[in-house]
């Protein structure tokens, strides 16, 4: 019995490694769906891989880094051969989610997301600061080995940097959300989320293929979609409309039509951003006013159920039976 647990253990971590490096790989492959030039470099407005790798450690702990440098390691592989920047460039991407979840984990961050705290914890932390480990890295490789002009290094930071923050800001609360999903799923809104779902399918692709910059029409959808569903309605809002925008921008069409490819990577990322902080932040606010209303009226309700114990054994003019006060008399 030992053995065969001894046995077992090294199969469930191989199989878990190898999980996480095909996760990391295929979301990859999406986010290399769509690219942008910025000073001849090839980036990404949003990179899934790395909040995928969040999610990961997040969920399964710091002993699944090995899948997630493996799964870089093939998506290198498949884009350029093996070299020493190329290494670099692996070892980055791994060492900011690393970073990212120990910052996170320090932190006290909670993977439900329903408080504040671990909204903005994820925002500055895990997205914002963990991140610069990868673009230094990533953009520093490129300007050593001389892929990238010395002038145009922070234009290519910047748009590294930015495209794994979104990752993170808009994948890995999906995932998170999506771990904690439990089947059936409550269907007594699903009238309004359908409706929901039917604008939002309809809103989203006008605002970001039509010319006259109509992007601002999706904030009133997060903003309802956060009040009425919270986390779920809005991150899913978020995703949707930051995949259909990016779409739109690689393909320079609508607001993105006559800009530069500078111009088009930096409002496709300030949409995003902005859009992402509105989602997160705006849902885990109203998330943790919920809790809290409920952990109120459950006090409320407790305290009701002590009064009405307490009434019930006093004496009808409102004080104690005489024999309790009684000397010598027990109980």
Not at 144 to 156: D, H, L, M, S, Y
Request: proline letters at 5%.
């Amino acid at each position: 019995m030992v053995g065969s647990q001894d046995l077992r253990t090294p199969v469930v971590v191989a199989l878990r490694t190898l999980a996480v490096a095909a996760c990391y790989y295929v979301s990859a492959q999406l986010g290399l769906l769509r690219e942008l030039v910025v000073e001849g470099a090839v980036v990404t407005p949003i990179w899934p891989p790395t909040g995928v790798a969040v999610a990961c450690l997040l969920l399964l702990g710091l002993r699944c880094w090995p899948g997630i440098a493996l799964g870089a390691f093939f998506v290198i592989l498949s884009l350029t051969s093996l070299t020493p920047s190329a290494l670099c460039v692996l070892a980055g991407n791994t060492a900011g989610p690393v970073a990212g979840y120990l910052l996170l984990r320090r932190a006290g961050f909670r993977t439900d997301l329903a408080r504040l705290r671990d909204g903005l914890t994820l925002v500055f932390l895990g997205a914002f600061t963990a991140m610069l480990i990868s673009a230094t890295t990533g953009a520093g490789t490129l300007l050593v080995t001389g892929r990238i002009e010395q002038n145009g290094f922070w234009a290519v930071w910047l748009a590294w940097w930015v495209g794994d923050a979104m990752g993170v800001l808009i994948v890995t609360p999906v995932l998170l959300l999506l771990s904690r999903v439990r089947l059936p799923l409550p269907m007594s809104r699903w009238k309004e989320a359908l409706g929901l779902a039917v604008i939002a399918c309809c809103l989203v692709p006008l605002a970001a293929h039509s010319s006259l910059s109509l992007l601002f029409l999706v904030y009133p959808l997060l903003i309802w979609a956060a009040l009425r569903f919270q986390l779920a309605g809005s991150l899913l809002c978020a995703l949707f409309a930051s995949v259909v925008t990016t779409v739109a921008a690689t393909d320079r069409v609508g607001p993105f039509e006559r800009l530069s490819r500078v111009e088009v990577m930096m409002k496709l990322q300030a949409f995003n951003g902005a859009m992402a902080l509105t989602a997160l932040i705006l849902s885990a606010v109203i998330t943790e006013q919920i809790y809290t209303r409920r952990s109120v009226e459950r006090a409320c309700q407790e305290l009701v159920e002590v009064l009405e114990h307490l009434t019930a054994g006093e004496a009808p003019d409102g004080r104690a039976p005489l024999e309790d006060h009684e000397p010598g008399r027990r109980k």
